[in-house]
Structure formats: C-alpha cells, structure tokens
C-alpha cells in the first residue's frame, strides 16, 4: 500500500476512508495523538511515543481500547503492508462517538492510525525561525488535538519565508515552538525548557539530552528568555519527524553560528543512532 488509515479494526488507502460525524474529533477536537518516523520497517523509540500516548490518554481521562503492547503489535503488523518502509507513523484516539454533548460518553476511545512516505533529514540544512507570543492554554504537555495556535504560528511562518515559529510567554520566556523543541547552546551548555505544562516532553528532546551526557555536554533544564535565544551560540530544535536541525536566523536577523564543533557532535549522533536502530529492514526479517 502506498498510505494506509486505520480505524476501529478498518484499514484502506488513506483516501477511502471515512469517519463517523458523530466521532467527538468532529465537535470538540476532543482526542490526543502521538508520532514518530519508521526506516527500513522499524518503527523509533516506539516504546517511548506509547508510553506517552497512554500518559497523555491518562490525563484527559481517556480509555484506550487496546494494551502498550497490543498497540506497539498493531502498528508494527501495519507498516509491514506498507510499499515503503520509511514512513511517518501516526495515531491517535478520540474520547469515543456519541451525539454533541459536553460530558464524557462512556466506554473506550476510537483507534486512528495512519502511515504516510516520509524521510528524515539530516539536519545539515540550517533553518529560518520567527518567534510568536504563545497564547495555548495550560495543557502543552498533553499530545491533544487541539493545534489551532500551532497551525496559526505555522502559517505565520510559512508567510514570512521561514520554517518554524518559536512561542514565548508574556516576560519572554521561551517555551516551545509550532511543532518542534527549541534548545540553545551557551558557552558549552545545552539550555532546554523545563517539562512543565507549558512544552510537550518532546522524544527527540530527551535523546537529545542524553546524547549530551554521552558526549559530556553539560544539559541545563531551565527556562531561558528571548533575550537568551538571540545571543545563543547556537539555536537546536527537535521533533520526531526532525531529528536535529539548527537555525541561523530569527526575526530575520543572524543567529547562532558560534559554536558549529559541538553542534555537529550532536547532530552527527543523533542521526547515526537513528540509522543503527533502523538499519535493518524489518520485512525481509519476516519474509526470509
């Protein structure tokens, strides 16, 4: 198969599926999601994109019809039907179908799952940021569905030639961007975002800071200010579907660039050990 959605059990090409009305996605957005990118057939770091699936399942009070390992089955059956084994694999769970109504209906959630071609760069390209005041609520860390904030910070980003959007709080504090983690590079250090309700605790984020302790860089988990982020040595951001790029403007004013030794050090690991846990290709595996 070239894509592949799946629903409650059904699995076609993406654009012969279709949703009941009265899924709750449909009324309120109501649902969490998780991702991650499959080479060769082998799907990374699943187990840590589940266990924060469930978490995030957990704290909105959502039923998950099936187990962690029911689910780390399923998606790993599912990508084996797939053409390619290089993918984007994503899933996610709304709170159930049921007529419009505020409450919760009883019983479990409804299973999405989708698999699409995709490609991890290799993150030697720098990239263009803006930054933009963050006005989400106070639930980042929860994987919901609920991204208008992000597509809008996205869009603006897009308009003004650039690839990402760096959220900040009212005082300046840095936060999180659209879609992705943003760390700095200080003097040796690498500065990240505490995981408070206000980022999503990125899977990338945290193998970037142990790639760090592996490589002797010393990791800070503190908040740091706009400010802060323009003086950076250099600017790392992260996110599932890339792995490790740099930027080298904000606001459309230079950035970073003082420190490309030890910025490489991380890029080059983070990449080398996405290869090593994907090198082999999981469908000959299962057909040899």
Known sequence: MKTLGYYNGIFDEIDKMSIPMNDRVHWFGDGIYDAG??????????????????????LLGMKVPVTKE??????????????????????????GTAPRNHVFPEGAGNLWITLTPAEIPDGLTPIRLITTEDTRFMHC??????????????????????????????????TECAHSNVHILKRGVLCT?????LILPGIARAHLI???????????????????????????????????????????????????????????????????????SQKQEKTA
């Open 193 to 197: 975002a505490p995981t408070d309700e």
């Open 37 to 58: 990118p499959c080479r060769n057939y082998n799907i990374f770091a699943l187990g840590e994109h589940i266990d924060r699936f469930f978490n995030s399942a957990g």
């Open 210 to 280: 142990r790639a760090c302790k592996k490589l002797e860089i010393p990791v800070s988990e503190t908040a740091f200010t706009l400010d802060e982020l323009y003086d950076a040595d250099e600017i790392i951001v992260t996110s599932s579907s890339n792995l490790c790029l740099y930027a080298n403007e904000i606001d459309g004013k230079a950035a970073g660039g003082k420190d490309p030794e030890r910025r490489e050090k991380l890029r080059s690991f983070l990449i080398d050990e996405f290869h090593r846990a994907t090198a082999i």
């Open 141 to 174: 860390n929860i994987k919901t569905l609920n991204l208008l904030p992000s597509v809008m910070a996205s869009e603006r980003a897009k308009q003004a030639g650039c690839q990402e959007s760096v959220f900040y709080r009212p005082g300046g504090r840095v």
């Open 70 to 95: 029911q689910l780390k089955k399923l998606l790993q059956s599912l990508v084996l039907k797939m053409d390619t084994g290089n993918l984007f694999v994503y899933y996610q769970l709304t709170r």
